[in-house]
Every structure is written in structure tokens, then in C-alpha cells.
């Protein structure tokens, strides 16, 4: 029998007797590759930040995060709420420099003088700032100790300063994204009164452009991206940016993260806007945690899932404030939001914020049609990792193949064998069964090139479960 053993570094034409061995390590590895994940934030920076805009940068700290992007800068809180929600987290973040927008503000106006003892809490976002009040102390002076409260927590976003009895605070970065701070106040001394110019910080315009930010790392790798800003043009950006290096060619794959907390049908609309299986759109309303935490939240959790085909349900988004009750939502709002491509979140025991189910904002086919091809935030997750599964295992073991009659075969098993293993481990089902649906075979148009069909049947998630009781007497 001839031999068709292909050597590296051993010729064919040597004629010096002797005994020769080479290495080969392209059948070495024979199980599937890693999965773990890199996430992006894109955030808003302070000039006091360390690090420049647009320069990707590895945080694994809050501290770093205050450092590197000013302390209470959007970049800063993000990663807090990020780690706080997965502490094992690989996190990158590409600051931007504030646009040419102004800085949202509110007021607190203090009026007259105490007529008993008491505190006032003054609450910015999921942070607090306390008082206490004595009998007779004058509004300026329970102005000023609001003032000098707030000023102790260096971390908020917003700054404070006071003129008489008006506590002003005003958000430390620009644009829209300030609009959404929540503030409220408990106030049990009596004859001092506070009043708020809103139940949010207003007036804020113009973000940053986010897509500066994705240029700069197109060419990078990163597996979930979370974005503050959730308005149709920002998230427009995302999805061009995700579909360009998710795509054939640059196989970089990722998905993006955005949250929401407002009116069902100002989330659903939105939703239906971005209609992308690469985007998640989160809602929880009613919420005092700002809706950039919550999606740097729960873009933690889910790159903290190694297993694409993993369900999230039930979750805990740690750190997220839960909502009032008035505010959560109820079954027919859940429905609606899952038949509508946005992502609720819910309140379980122990008052811990957490995932119903992780759905894309993909409703429809370019067509308009109905389509739950992409429902599951899971299914897109699955199908890049079995293409990165065949890839590399084509990658390892054909760096420097021939093309000839026996490769189409050899290719075809190997992409089986993977099938296989992904099966395993409960990725993909039912491969022998699609088996003959494997093909692969020379391109009818380049004869250097290999064509391959691969049917993948991901293994979905179990999300509803029904059952009858029959009644027997």
C-alpha cells in the first residue's frame, strides 16, 4: 500500500540516510474551544479621567473605573453596576468625551424654618443623601447640610452647589442620557417644606455619538457590547456596527445591550424600531437605578454565561433597585413586552431584580412577516459559537491542505465529529439525523475552494412548561 502521508518539514527528495521525525500538532486538539466572554462599554467620561477618550481600556475594579474615567462619570458607573452584577468579569471600556450638548439639572428649593426635629433623604438615582433637622434650624441652613451631604458622595453623577435655600444639582456628564436620573425625597420634620423642580433631572441635550466609540474597536472582539443610550439613532449605530462584525467575513460576533425604563409602549415601540436578533432591549419600570446601570447589568450577567444555549430566566440582576409595586409589572404587560421584542425583568423574593426571559428586539422578516427565527437571545448566541467551533477545528487541521478528491471527506468529517461533540453538550440536537444534510464539496465556480452546508439544530431553551390535573373521585 502506497503511503499518502503528507510531512511538513521532511522532503520528499532526501537521499541522506537516516531516521527522521517531525512534529505535527494540528490533531492535538480534539475537544471545542472556549467560550468565554468580552464585554464593551461605551460611556461618557470626565477631563478629571486618566485615560483618554476612545482608547479601548481593560477595568477590572470600580476604583480603576473611577480613576481611569473620573469618579461619577457614566463610564464609572457603569462598570460599578457592571461588576456589581458579575465580579469575574472581562470588561473593556471606550470612554467618549462629552458632545456639545448642556448638562441635565434639577433644583431642591428649601422653605422655612424648622418647626420640629427630623431628617430629609434626598435620593439621586439608587443613592442617598441624609440630613438630620433640628427645631428652628432656617431653610439656608437645611440647604446648606443637603449641600455638604451630597458633596460627601463624590460618586453620584450629578454635583451639587446651593444658593440660599436652592440646591442645584446638575449631572457631572452632558447630553440626554441625565434626563433619566430619578429624584425623590422623604422629608419628617415639620414646618421645613422641599421642593422639587421634577421627579427627573431635565433639560439635558445632545449625547455623544456612539459610533466613534465602535469604530475605534471594529476590529476588535468583543462578545456582548452595552450601550447608555437607548434612542433610535444610537441603537441604529449598534446594529450596523454588530451586523458588519458579526457578519461572514469578519466573524467577529457579538450582541449589544440597551435598557429602558418607561412606558410599555414607548419600549415596544422602540423595539420595533431596531428589530435586530443581535440587540436586547431590557425594561424594568419604575426603577430608581438609572436605565445605563441596568443595562450594564444585565449585560454582565449574560457574559457571565459560557453556555450559549443556556436560558437566563430567573437571574438576579444584583445591585438594580427594585421598583414599587405599583410599578411591576403584570402578566398580561410581560406578554406583551415578550410578543413585542422587548426583554422584562421582574421582582422575586427577597426583592431581587431579576430576568423573565432574554428575548432580541427581532419580530420580523425584511418582508414585515412575523418571524421567531432570532426570538431567543440564546439561539444567535448558539450559532456563533458553532461556527466558531467549525472554524477553528477547520483551521487546525487544514492550515496547508491540497485540494483534491479525498478533502471534500476528510472536511466533512471533521465537521461532523464537532457536530457531534456540541451535541454532547446539549448546544445542538438531532445530528444524525440531519447527517445527510452535512454537505460539503468542491465551489462550482473557484476550483480552490470548498462549499459546506451545515445543519444545526440548536437545542432550545425550556421556558413554558404545561400540564393537566385530572380530577379523579
Known amino acids: 500500500m502506497a503511503s499518502s502521508i503528507v510531512f511538513d518539514t521532511i522532503p520528499a527528495s532526501i537521499r541522506k540516510p537516516g531516521k527522521y521525525f517531525e512534529f505535527n500538532t494540528r490533531l492535538a486538539v480534539r475537544t471545542l474551544p472556549a467560550n468565554a466572554q468580552k464585554m464593551l462599554i461605551i460611556g461618557q467620561r470626565l477631563a478629571a479621567g486618566s485615560v483618554a477618550a476612545l482608547v479601548p481600556t481593560e477595568v477590572f475594579s470600580d ?14 458607573l457603569m462598570c460599578r453596576a457592571a461588576i456589581t452584577a458579575n465580579a469575574y468579569l472581562q470588561l473593556t471600556v471606550c470612554a467618549l468625551d462629552d458632545g456639545a450638548g448642556a448638562a441635565a439639572t434639577a433644583t431642591a428649593t428649601v422653605a422655612n424654618a424648622a418647626t420640629s426635629s427630623g431628617f430629609l433623604r434626598l435620593r439621586v438615582g439608587n443613592r442617598l443623601a441624609e440630613v438630620a433637622i433640628t427645631t428652628g434650624d432656617a431653610d439656608t441652613v437645611v440647604a446648606a ?47 421645613t417644606t422641599l421642593t422639587l423642580s421634577g421627579t427627573t433631572l431635565a433639560n439635558g441635550t445632545i449625547d455623544p455619538d456612539p459610533a466613534t466609540a465602535l469604530a475605534k474597536v471594529y476590529g476588535e472582539q468583543y462578545d456582548v457590547i452595552c450601550t447608555p443610550y437607548n434612542d433610535q439613532t444610537a441603537l441604529t449605530a449598534l446594529r450596523t456596527h454588530l451586523e458588519g462584525v458579526s457578519g461572514a467575513l469578519e ?28 440587540i436586547l432591549g431590557a425594561y424594568l419600570r419604575g426603577t430608581r437605578s438609572p436605565d445605563y446601570e ?15 444555549a443556556r436560558p437566563f430566566n430567573t437571574l438576579e440582576l444584583k445591585g438594580i433597585a427594585a421598583p414599587a409595586v405599583d410599578q411591576r409589572f403584570s402578566r398580561s404587560e410581560q406578554e406583551n413586552c415578550l410578543l413585542n421584542g422587548v426583554a422584562p425583568l421582574e421582582v422575586g423574593s427577597g426583592e431581587r431584580v431579576q430576568i423573565v426571559r432574554s428575548i432580541t428586539t427581532y419580530t420580523e422578516d425584511a418582508q414585515g412577516e412575523s418571524d421567531t427565527a432570532l426570538l431567543d437571545l440564546t439561539t444567535i448566541r448558539t450559532l456563533d459559537y458553532v461556527r466558531k467551533a467549525c472554524r477553528e477545528r477547520i483551521s487546525l487541521r487544514f492550515p496547508r491542505e491540497k485540494l483534491s478528491a479525498q478533502t471534500a471527506e476528510r472536511v466533512r468529517s471533521e465537521l461532523l465529529d464537532v457536530l457531534l461533540k456540541l451535541e454532547d453538550l446539549e448546544i445542538v440536537e438531532a445530528v444524525l439525523a ?37 380530577l379523579l373521585l
Open 63 to 76: 476604583a480603576q473605573a473611577a480613576d481611569y474615567f473620573g469618579t461619577g462619570s457614566l463610564a464609572h
Open 145 to 191: 447640610a443637603l449641600k455638604a451631604a451630597l458633596d460627601l458622595l463624590p460618586d453620584l453623577p450629578v454635583s451639587a452647589g446651593v444658593a440660599a435655600g436652592v440646591v442645584t444639582l446638575t449631572a457631572r456628564n452632558k447630553g440626554l442620557v441625565a434626563n433619566r436620573i430619578d429624584i425623590s425625597y422623604e422629608l419628617t420634620a415639620t414646618g
Open 251 to 278: 466573524q467577529r460576533p457579538g450582541i449589544g445591550i440597551y435598557a429602558v425604563d418607561s412606558a410599555l409602549a414607548t419600549a415596544t415601540t422602540l423595539a420595533g424600531l431596531i428589530n435586530s436578533g443581535r
Open 294 to 308: 441596568l443595562a450594564a447589568a444585565y449585560a454582565a450577567v449574560v457574559a457571565g454565561e459560557e453556555d450559549p
Open 434 to 470: 440531519n447527517k445527510d444534510g452535512l454537505l460539503v464539496g468542491t465551489s462550482l465556480q473557484d476550483p480552490n475552494r470548498l462549499d459546506a452546508k451545515i445543519p444545526v439544530d440548536v437545542v432550545n431553551g425550556l421556558h413554558v412548561f404545561a400540564g393537566r390535573i385530572d
